[in-house]
Structure formats: C-alpha cells, structure tokens
C-alpha cells in the first residue's frame, strides 16, 4: 500500500504530490529542488505542537500558511502550519503519533542522539526524556527542597527556643540550691531570733516592715530577670528587621512592574477566556449540526422528511456526505483553536499564579515587618515600664530600710546583729524566689515550642527522605531506560554484523561506549563515520523498542555520505527486519530539475 | 496527643500524589507544606 503525500508551501516546495511505496524509497534531486522540503514535511506530520512550532523555516519563505496532506491506511487528514511571530502556529494533531520519540525517526544532522555521539557527549538528557525524569526532577529542585528549606527555617526558631531549655533549667537548678541554702540559714537563725524575740521593743512592727519590704524585693529581682531575656531579644530583632528591609527594598524595586504585568496578564486572560467560550459555542453548534445529520440518516421520527429543513430540496446521500465530512473538518480546525486558545491560557495562568507568589512574597515580607516592628515597640514599651516599676520599687524598698533602721536604734547590739542576719537572708531568699518565678515562665514557653519542633524535625526527615528516594527513582528510571536501548542495541548490532566492535553499549555516564579487540574505546577514538554509524544504530534500536509500528524512518544523504556501506546494511536491515514499512533516504543527483523517488540506491 | 510518624512505606504513594498535582496544575512548596500538616495530624 502506497503512502500518499500533498506538501503545500513547506520549506522550499510550493506545491508537490509525492507516493511512498513500501520499502525503499530514494529521494533524489540536485541540491536545493526540495529533498529536505520532504524531509520537514514528514517532520510536521510527526512533531508534537511544542516542538513543531520552534520551526519557523519549515514554511516557505513567501508563504504565511502551508500544509501536509496524507493519506495512508485509516488516515486521511492534514496538518496546517501558520505564521506566528517569530514562531509557528499548528493546527491540527499529529497525523501519526510518535508519543513524543521523534528523536528516533529522522536521521540527519539536526539529531539530537547523532549530534551528541559524534561530539562523545553523554545522552543522559536524551535518555531523561524517554521517562518521567524531568517531572521527578521539578519535583526535587523546585518544591521538595524549598519546602524542606521552609520546615527547616521554622524548625531554627523552635529549636533556639530548645536549645534554651537545657540552660534554664540548669540556672533554675543553680537558684533553687542557693534558695535551699539559705533556707537552712535562716532555719539555724530563726531559733536565735525567736529567742532574743522578746527582747525586742516593737519586733512585729520590724516583722511587718521587713515583710512588706521583702515582698517589693522579690518583686524586683523577678521584674530585673525578665529585662534580662528582653535585652537580649532585641538586638536579635533588630537585625532581623534590618535584614527584611533590605529584601522589601529589592522586591519593591520591581513591584510596579511586576503588578502592571499582572494587569496586563488578567485582561489578556479575560480576552482569552471569551475567546474559549466563543470557540466552544462553535464546537456546540457543529455538533448540534452534525446530529441533525445523523438523525436525518436514521430518519427518526421528528425528522419527517429527507428535505433541508433550510431550503427544503431533497437531501441526497452525496449533499449529506459533503456537508457532514465539511462539519467534520470544520470541527476538527476550531478545535485545534480550541486547544491552542486553551494551552495559551494554561501558560498565561501559570505565569500570573508566579506572579502572584512573587507579590505574595512582598505582602508576607510586609507583614513581617510589621510584626517584627510590633514586637519591638512591645519589648521597648515593656523594658521602659519595668525600669520604672523597678526605680519605684527601689525607693519604697529604700524608705522601708530607713523606717527599719529608726525602729532598730533601740536594741541591744547582740540582738542586732542576729536581726540584721534574718534580714539579709530573708532579702537574698526573696531575691531567688523572684528569679524562680520567672525563669518557671520560660521554660513553660520554650517547652511549648519544644512540641512543635519535634512535629518539624519528624517533617523535615521525612521530607528529606522523600527527596532520596526521588533521587533513587531518578536513577531507577533513567537506568530502565538504558537497559532497555542495550538490549536492543545488541540485537540490532548483532544482526547488522558489522563487526568492527565486539559491543556497543550505553554505559553508566549514559555515553555510548565500545570494546574493539577486547579493550574498551572512547568514542573520541574513533572516525567520524563510525560515531554516525553508532548514533543511528541507537536510533534504530530506540525505534524497535518503542515505536516498533511507526510506519517510517528517514536517513539524511549528509548521514549515510560517512560511509555508504555501511549504511546500505543499515538501510537493508531497516527494509527486511523490521516492521517499518517506508524507509525514506534522500540522496544527492547530480542532473535534473525534479524530485524523483527511485526503489534502490 | 503524640504526632503520627509516617512510615518510609508511605513515601512513594506521597510522591505519586505530588506528581500527580505537578502533572495536573502547580505544585509549590505550600501545597506541600498543606499534604504535610494532614499527613502529621
């Protein structure tokens, strides 16, 4: 079964009809009449949408549209190509689908595989694009990490709070054994006080004075601890304050610009939007059509006649056949508008959502700043407030002192001097209570905090794990796809016989690699011809392990020109051991002003 | 309440539910911060 294609307006040709018979067919002309012309038409039949748009020069250069028509088998269609900008536009789905392997399929000096082997490069990106490597790949580098990043940065807060505990319930065990301490004292001196008790001329005043002037004390030791930790916080703010402005400042710089895109991008996804919908409306619309016609043929019941319900004259099956295949290829073209109008606003909300992150940074940055601000004021405001709690306390602890000390004059030295110890004691053990209380109320806040970092670091492990075994995952995959390319490299080198190798292999650096009378080989080693040779044998070998069905495989006259030998073999094999039905070599013809397709070399 | 600690056994069915969001739409950080909050509750 032949193979037929109409180019129209693609590369060099304006218009040509072309048969491929199965098997061989050599395309040959002089230079510059049109053989990569087919080449590249072959290449619009095959390429996806992303791919096929990055080749403008595949138009004519006089035209603004041109297209490639087949019919082979079951297929009977044609994909459209337009101008736009500096880009193509496509219309129409691929006519035989290659599941985006193209690589595969045309041998000539744009392969990316016999590019990479006659420069000795490795093939990993190559390889990486036969499996999932690249969505595992955006997966590790752009969210695995930066969230672990995120877990880590809030971890870092609660685990300074942590490492906090440790050294605070080592000061609260330091206090509590000075407290201990002087309790033991002050037991020892009670009993001398109690005795000498009665001795002393208004001693429940003293007591009451003492008291109240013991309790203002602990008061300040407690207040004079806290401003301690809030000293301490505050340059850390600060700087981190300060570290924040200077980020603000470069995310402002750019703010205006990055909103009016944002502007631009929300009208621009309106304009699109309508455009969908209208598209769809048309896509409604045809389909109603295309049911009307359907339900003319099977004549049900409120269709009562086989008139055109427009002009009323009989539908004959050939006027119903030429309107339903004209809906049908009108259909075909809005919906690859459709699709199109859908991937540009796919691309248009993926932009704006990363705008609308980048200005979401701005806003959490802001409220950061307020917040670290906030703190600040409070921390000032609280430091401000103590100092003068703690000045007034002072003063009344000082003016108690005064009232203690009249009232003492009266006694005796011995009984004093017993009083002025209890005193001391009873001052220093309120001092310690005060910085117990507030070391207690620390420890309570960091303990807290201590709960949520445990949550985090679990989170982060696992995160970290997650990203290894993704790692793992990678190298699994890229490894099966090898494995895959060796095995059938074997096969087809061992069937092509060449025998200048013993083996030909892709090895772990995912470069191709050789063993020539038992010994290893770079590929730097070896002639030029022998790298393109190997490169199409990759090629080929990728081709029966994934696209065994595709029904075509092109070789460039610049491809087999490194040795024609060889490449006859090549070509042999392709024709012979494979399921490939048409093998399309272009070759150089020194006469004639014609493209014309011969059976044999 | 003591946090539930995901087992490695869970990893690759997390990894498939991160690459299925990355196929369907954008996967950022923040999602993944959110399926971290549910799978720690």
Request: charged share 35%; proline share 2%.
């Amino acid at each position: 079964m032949n193979m037929d294609i109409k180019i129209g307006k693609i590369s060099g040709i304006q218009s040509e009809s072309i048969s491929l018979s199965e098997g061989l067919n050599v395309i040959q002309a002089p230079n510059a009449i049109g053989k990569t012309s087919i080449v590249n038409a072959l290449k619009i039949t095959t390429l996806p949408d992303k791919e096929l748009k990055l080749h403008p020069e595949f138009l004519n250069d006089s035209a603004n549209d041109g297209f490639v028509a087949v019919e082979f088998e079951k297929i009977k269609d044609d994909r459209k190509i337009r101008r736009y900008g500096k880009e193509l536009a496509v219309v129409g789905n691929p006519l035989f689908n290659s599941n985006g392997k193209s690589e595969l399929l045309f041998a000539d000096p744009d392969n990316e595989i016999i590019h990479e082997t006659i420069k000795g490069n490795s093939i990993e990106p190559f390889i990486e694009r036969f499996s999932n490597v690249a969505e595992y790949k955006k997966l590790n580098s752009e969210v695995v990490e930066d969230t672990i990043d995120k877990l880590k940065a809030f971890y870092d807060e609660d685990a300074e709070a942590v490492s906090k505990i440790k050294s605070t319930e080592k000061e609260i065990g330091n206090v509590t054994a000075e407290r201990e301490k002087l309790l033991n004292e002050r037991k020892k001196v009670n009993v001398l006080y109690e005795r000498e008790k009665t001795q002393i001329k208004d001693s429940g005043k003293i007591e009451i004075l003492n008291k109240s002037k013991n309790e203002l004390l602990e008061d300040v030791a407690r207040l004079k601890q806290g401003l301690k930790s809030k000293a301490k916080e505050l340059p850390l703010l600060e700087s981190e304050l300060k570290d924040n402005e200077k980020t603000r400042t470069e995310y402002n710089k750019n703010k205006s610009k990055v909103e009016a895109e944002q502007e631009g991008l929300a009208k621009e996804i309106g304009r699109y939007e309508a455009i969908q919908e209208d598209l769809q409306n048309d896509i409604n619309k045809l389909d109603d059509n295309l049911d009307i016609l359907d339900k003319i043929d099977k004549n049900t019941d409120w269709v009562k006649t086989k008139n055109c319900f427009v002009c009323g004259r009989p539908i004959t099956s050939s006027v119903k056949n030429a309107w339903q295949k004209h809906l049908e290829t009108e259909r075909k073209k809005v919906n690859a508008d459709l699709l199109k109008t859908e991937n540009k606003l796919k691309e248009m909300n993926n932009r704006s959502e990363d705008i609308q992150d980048e200005l979401n940074n701005i806003n959490e940055i802001n409220d950061t700043i307020n917040k670290t601000n906030l703190r600040i004021a409070e921390l000032e405001s609280g430091i401000k407030s103590d100092t003068k709690d703690i000045e007034a306390k002072e003063k009344a602890v000082e003016k108690f002192k005064e009232d203690i000390k009249n009232l003492e004059k009266q006694i005796n030295p011995e009984t004093l001097k017993i009083l002025r110890q209890k005193g001391t004691l009873d001052e220093n053990i309120g001092e310690m209570n005060g910085k117990l209380k507030d070391l207690e109320e620390n420890l309570k806040e960091f303990s807290e905090q201590e709960k949520t970092a445990i949550v985090l670091k679990r989170k982060i492990e696992f995160m970290s794990q997650v990203k290894e075994f993704i790692k793992r995952k990678i190298i699994e995959m890229k490894d099966g796809v090898k494995n895959k390319f060796n095995l059938r490299i074997k096969e087809v080198y061992s069937v092509l016989d060449f025998k200048n190798f013993d083996s030909v292999s892709i090895n772990d650096s995912y470069r191709i690699e050789v063993v020539r009378k038992g010994k290893q080989q770079e590929l730097n080693r070896l002639s030029t011809s022998e790298r393109v040779t190997l490169g199409v044998v990759v090629m080929l070998a990728g081709k029966e392990e994934y696209l065994p069905d595709f029904p075509f495989f092109v070789l460039d006259e610049v491809t087999t020109a490194y040795d024609p030998l060889r490449f006859k073999k090549i070509i042999d094999y392709i024709v012979q051991k494979t399921k490939t039905k048409y093998v399309v070599v272009t070759a150089f013809s020194p006469t004639g002003d014609k493209i014309k397709i011969q059976r044999s070399i | 309440m003591e946090n539930k600690k995901p087992t490695e056994k869970e990893i690759p069915d997390f990894v498939t539910e991160m690459i299925s969001k990355i196929k369907t739409s954008k996967l950022s950080s923040n999602n993944v911060l959110d399926m971290l909050e549910e799978k720690f509750k």
